[in-house]
């Protein structure tokens, strides 16, 4: 499975873009990028998934260069209510494997 | 209407115990998992279910057995308790075991080993 790696803390204030890169330098050609945002004592939610190029929905965009060994997920403006731990995934099939997350702390 | 539902969201036993967590989805999901999430925050899958069939068992002590009576439930039963069961139990569903279905998790079972 591929190992991705993301900073383990980042600092925002609001109404700021925040950009969250994540690398995974060993991706396979089946392999799927996903985040997951995590709240205290809740479950992850799905934010967005892509392949390739790039993938806008209400809630974020997601950036992926050609080679696709990285990717940078995009929150626009975000809020007090930002505040959680992003987790990147790449796996094949329904295999999730979570690493440690980023826990984006967004102040006033 | 709460689409995975676990219970209980609590549960303080004693080590060496019997106990189970039931995990119902109202989405119409084929597919249901079990993860389990340490006190570092990194969450592991245990189980992985698709119409009520075991398809994905990790590594995980035979004291943990997954029942999945139909396919919007699937249990946990987990026996003879041990200090490192203590975690957060999360359930979740997908639609299908596709690497673009996204997975639907609940709020998780805290389950403390005294």
């Known amino acids: 499975l591929a190992k991705t790696t993301q900073p383990i803390s980042m600092d925002s204030y609001e109404g700021q873009e925040v950009n969250i890169t994540c690398s995974h330098n060993n991706i396979a050609t089946n392999d799927y990028i996903t985040w997951y945002q995590q709240f205290p004592s809740q479950g992850p939610r799905f934010i967005i998934q892509?392949?390739?190029t790039k993938v806008t929905n209400e809630v974020a965009s997601l950036f992926i260069p050609a080679d696709r060994k990285s990717s940078t997920l995009s929150l626009p403006r975000v809020s007090l209510s930002d505040t959680a731990v992003y987790y990147c995934?790449?796996?094949?099939?329904?295999?999730?494997?979570f690493g440690g997350g980023t826990r984006l702390m967004v102040k006033p | 209407d709460t689409a995975v539902s676990q219970t209980p969201k609590y549960l303080v036993t004693q080590m060496g115990n019997d106990k189970s967590i039931k995990c119902e989805q109202n989405l119409g999901h084929d597919t249901m998992y079990w993860y389990k999430q340490d006190s570092k925050k990194f969450l592991k899958i245990m189980f992985s279910y698709n119409n009520k069939e075991l398809i994905i068992n990790e590594t995980v002590p035979n004291r943990f057995s997954p029942k999945s009576p139909d396919k919007a439930h699937l249990n946990l039963h987990i026996n003879s308790l041990e200090l490192g069961d203590s975690a957060v139990y999360f359930c979740?569903?997908?639609?299908?075991?596709?690497?673009?279905?996204?997975?639907?998790f609940g709020d998780g079972t805290r389950l403390s080993i005294l």
């Open positions: 979740a569903s997908s639609r299908g075991q596709g690497a673009n279905q996204p997975q639907h």
């Open positions: 892509g392949y390739k």
């Open positions: 995934l790449v796996n094949p099939g329904n295999m999730l494997t």
